[in-house]
């Protein structure tokens, strides 16, 4: 119990909010408690969205809600673990890209990740590429023009992510340039890598290094978004340094089992979206890189469509494959 209670904590602190209960919105409680089942440890952006949301989920459905952490196999545990689950409302998913990536990129999962029945998708944020604030490149292209014909080099947080298959499919497909992976451990050790010079470029999402880049840190290159963001609003987008069309993002979402009647479905959008839209949520997201996105089930329906096609369509190219 004190461990769970440290991630609340941990949760609101993240988001800037205070652990002073709402006033529960007239809800008919559920029966029994609300597990969230997130892919991912203690600490990233997905956790601390699952726990900040489920505390209000809480609130609004007097009931308890448990985040519960399932990380490995590139979040597939505890995606099965929910696609298994029974279709009561009382289990949701909260992942990310994961999701659809690793639709194509595994083998043999055990599941079939579309039969999942997506909720809303919370928030959105854009991969962004960057370097060094010492290297002398302006652009994308000075980048790749001064590995001179060599591979071009990018850490990412680790092997399969949504930053490792967008920057190896642009390299390869886009720029038509000789391109190596270097893997992290995860977010923080590329780009301390970066940092230190050790790597020339780190891709990650937005609100992976967002203070980063909003300090000077380090400098990105372009945003793969259909705009600039106000967070690094220096950085361009592809469009504008020459690759139109180009866009990556990663985000969080809320899922329920496959067979979840469209009645919990609906309720649960409804009352994720009234959350989402609440200032202070909406002024941390923004904050950190993400976008709050608002939209009814079939909104979140048509964007995981696309997501399927999109990533099955970058890992195929690459022809990337886990056992």
């Given amino acids: 119990m004190k461990n769970s209670q440290a991630a609340v904590s941990a949760a609101l602190f993240f988001f800037g909010l205070s652990a002073t209960p709402h006033v529960a919105l007239a809800q008919a409680p559920s029966s029994g408690p609300l597990t969230l089942l997130v892919g991912f440890a203690p600490g990233g952006s997905a956790d601390s969205i699952a726990r900040v949301i489920g505390m209000r989920l809480g609130e609004k459905q007097g009931r308890s809600v448990v985040v519960e952490n399932r990380p490995g196999a590139g979040a597939n545990i505890a995606t099965k673990a929910v696609v298994l689950a029974p279709p009561n409302g009382n289990t ?42 010492n290297d002398k490149a302006a652009t994308i292209a000075d980048f790749v023009a001064a590995a001179k014909g060599n591979e071009v080099l990018f850490g990412t947080a680790g092997i399969g992510t949504g930053s490792h298959i967008a920057g190896e499919y642009f390299f390869k497909f886009v720029v038509k340039a000789k391109a190596k992976h270097i893997p992290f451990r995860g977010g923080p050790d590329a780009t301390n890598a970066l940092l230190g010079g050790h790597v020339p470029m780190v891709i990650s999402s937005l609100s992976g290094f967002s203070s980063q880049l909003a300090a000077g840190e380090i400098r990105g290159l372009a945003i793969a978004a259909n705009e600039r963001n106000p967070v690094v609003k220096d950085v361009p987008t592809f469009s504008e340094v020459g690759y139109s069309g180009f866009t990556s993002l990663s985000w969080v979402g809320f899922f329920a089992p496959p067979a979840t009647s469209k009645t919990i479905i609906s309720d649960y959008n409804k009352l ?9 949520i909406q002024s941390k997201l923004r904050s950190i890189g993400f976008d709050p996105m608002k939209g009814n089930v079939e909104a979140a329906e048509a964007f995981m469509a696309k997501e399927y096609t999109q990533w099955k369509k970058m890992v195929e190219a690459l022809e990337l494959r886990v056992d």
Avoid: H
């Avoid at 994720?272 to 202070?280: K, L, Y």
């Fill in 92 to 133: 949701l998913l909260v992942t990310t890209a994961a999701l659809p990536i690793n639709e194509t990129l595994y083998k043999n999962k055990g599941f079939f990740a579309p039969s999942l029945m997506p909720i809303s998708i919370v928030a959105t944020t854009p991969e962004v590429f960057a370097i060094n604030k």
């Fill in 272 to 280: 994720i979206e009234d959350i989402s839209n609440e200032p202070a």
